[in-house]
């Protein structure tokens, strides 16, 4: 691939996360307009989304007697409690956690922009891209406990407050490795754009 393609390509992705930009963008006013309304809406009617981890208790027992097991366990089951708040306030702290993720969301997709835009311009060892990539790293790295937390709490409300018959409530904190591991790989990139960098002003310099 020649390097219009290549620059091809990258402006495209600079458009697209743009137009993703703009909608994390109105999404974020419209929920900050929400929650400040929250308080004085009538919300009779709506629905609000917990997510919960539960268990399935001995009085449901699972089996296949088809394959000939009579006895299994249904474990880290997972879902979303739905309830219908008793007031504006209810949905507060919800709305703060949703408003918090578009912010964050909204960070990362502009400074990936940014990083795009250099290399739509054929500037890919910008000296700002490596420091970037590198704020996007940690705050992905960062921001899986904050997530796990926010669910931990979640389930331990869910536990403390809701019952069901067969069902026990669990407060589980949903760790995703996997995050911490795309984070470090983040770090790698941002590293290899730092060593391009330099060695592109070296290059400069000996011409």
């Known amino acids: 691939m020649n390097a219009l393609g290549k620059w091809s390509i990258a402006s495209l992705l600079m458009h697209l996360l743009t137009a993703v930009w703009c909608v994390l963008a109105l999404v974020l006013v419209i929920s900050v307009g929400l929650m400040a309304a929250s308080p004085f809406i009538d919300l009779s ?11 399935i208790d001995a009085s449901h027992p699972v089996a296949a007697p088809s394959l000939g097991i009579e006895a299994a366990q249904l474990r880290d089951a997972r879902g979303t409690l739905i309830v219908s708040p008793r007031d504006g306030t209810d949905v507060v702290g919800p709305m703060l956690v949703v408003v918090g993720m578009l912010a964050f969301g909204l960070w990362v997709v502009g400074e990936l922009r940014a990083v795009f835009r250099t290399l739509s311009d054929g500037r890919p060892f910008a000296a700002a891209n490596a420091a970037r990539i590198r ?7 960062l921001c899986e406990p904050v997530r796990a937390l926010v669910f931990y709490s979640a389930g331990s409300m869910a536990a403390a407050h809701f019952t069901s018959p067969g069902l026990r409530f669990e407060a589980s904190p949903d760790f995703e490795v996997l995050a911490i591991v795309n984070g470090l790989i983040l770090l790698v990139v941002a590293e290899v754009f730092r060593a391009g960098t330099r060695l592109d002003e070296e290059q400069s310099l000996t011409v």
């Open 45 to 55: 009617g709506a629905e609000l989304g917990i997510p919960v981890s539960f268990r």
């Open 135 to 141: 704020r996007v790293a940690w705050a992905v790295m």
